[in-house]
């Protein structure tokens, strides 16, 4: 099975609906990180200069089926005639009268329809709202990796009704970079994976461990890891139903001969709000670990720089502190450093090398954070799925 790319779709004058990730966070009236959006202008702009009329699909938030003010896409229309340097009409729902209007209209070129959710039959993928939505267009583009994994009306539904379907440019690179991280990674291929919990990356763990070269752990999760091997981790967050897991894991790498790095030094404090203190591999019994210490950032950063490609999925630290950022943000640095094919997903992740400055020394940073888990645990996503031609 194979996906058609958007430019072998001929979108000369045609009605194209294109489906976007721009679940963005939204604070007072703004948003807050623009990361996604940013992602899919080339796909916008490639399909403004080709096509008749625009259509742009999304989700925000959990309106849960009714319509609710608070997620409204205002605010990204705003963002994204700015973006774009072209006039963009926010419709006043994604089907129905009005919107068939705005789209048979010679006056909007580009149109932002209305949140999806705002409809239950989105997210139940009700046929008669796919062929509601497919009906505006005559060709569809899935630019939404990051919603990939659901099979809702304008991921999947859709697909049914409209004959001409592609991937957009950055659903065509998430599938190129991370296809190539589970079948072909270039060698050394290192994984480091942070996070809160052992359980959001069981999966990812058992997929990717025969295919690494290293592994390298931390953040919250690595404290479940260090309690299986019998070390004194204070207060950290641990997983107590996972420590079985862990050192099943534990073994699982050792059987495999891969190098599994725990941290060997920690920043640690009694709770977020209170003094820190370095300590070495075990932690006292009144602090808890909030960042790895300079020790197992140096270890992290050695094992980095003899990469090849590198998959980096997680924080290592509380990086939501300033106090706790250090670790993380310096592997960010690190890899901006470093002339590995580096690839960053989950948006923690994503934010901190953000923060960092260093995104465009990064080869791609993933828009995806449960599609891209899935994708990595080896699942077929209905987004990907509902792409697939026969050759």
């Known amino acids: 099975m194979r996906i058609r790319r958007i430019e072998e779709l001929d979108l000369r004058d045609k009605r194209v609906f294109v489906r976007v990730d721009f679940n963005v966070p939204i604070k007072e009236g703004s948003i807050a990180e623009t990361h996604r959006i940013d992602s899919a202008l080339p796909t916008l702009r490639y399909i403004s200069a080709k096509a008749r009329k625009v259509m742009i699909g999304s989700h925000l938030g959990r309106p849960e089926g009714r319509r ?80 990939a994994h659901r099979a809702h009306a304008s991921i999947e539904g859709i697909t ?12 065509c690179k998430e599938l190129d970079y991370l296809g190539q991280v589970l079948s072909n990674p270039a060698r050394p291929f290192v994984v480091l994976l942070g996070g809160a919990k052992v359980s959001d990356k069981i999966g990812v763990l058992r997929n990717l461990m ?21 070390a004194s981790i204070g207060r950290s967050l641990v997983e107590e139903d996972r420590i079985p897991l862990a050192r099943e894991l534990l073994v699982k790498a050792e059987d495999l001969k891969i190098p599994l790095l725990l941290p060997v030094d920690h920043i640690a404090a009694p709770g977020i709000q ?56 310096s592997i960010a640095r690190a890899l901006a450093e470093h002339n590995a094919t580096t690839v960053v997903a989950g948006g923690d992740t994503v934010a ?34 509902a792409l697939e031609e026969e050759p």
């Open 68 to 147: 609710d003010p608070k997620w409204s896409l205002g605010p990204v229309r705003s963002y994204l005639e700015r973006a774009l340097s072209l006039p963009v009409v926010l419709a006043p729902d994604c089907i129905g009268p009005e919107v068939e209007d705005l789209v048979q209209g010679s006056d909007h070129k580009v149109i932002l329809l209305e949140n999806l959710r705002f409809h239950k039959e989105e997210e139940k993928n009700d046929p008669l709202f796919s062929r509601a939505l497919a009906s505006l267009t005559d060709a569809y583009v899935n630019d939404a990796f990051g919603a």
């Open 160 to 171: 049914r009704f409209v004959r001409k379907k592609a991937a957009g440019l950055l659903f």
């Open 210 to 230: 025969p295919k690494v070269n290293t592994l390298l752990i931390g953040g919250g999760m690595a404290y479940t890891f260090l309690k299986a091997r019998g």
């Open 274 to 329: 209170e003094g820190t203190i370095a300590t070495e591999a075990d932690i006292p019994q009144d602090c808890m670990g909030l960042d790895i210490g300079p020790k197992t950032l140096a270890l992290f950063q050695l094992e980095l720089r003899k990469a090849a490609m590198v998959l980096w999925n997680g924080p290592v630290g509380a990086f939501e502190e300033e106090r706790f950022s250090h670790g993380t943000r």
């Open 352 to 385: 901190a090398v953000i923060q960092a400055g260093v995104q465009d020394k990064i080869a791609h940073l993933s828009t995806g954070g449960g599609a891209t888990l899935e994708f990595l645990e080896g699942k077929k996503l209905p987004g990907v799925q």
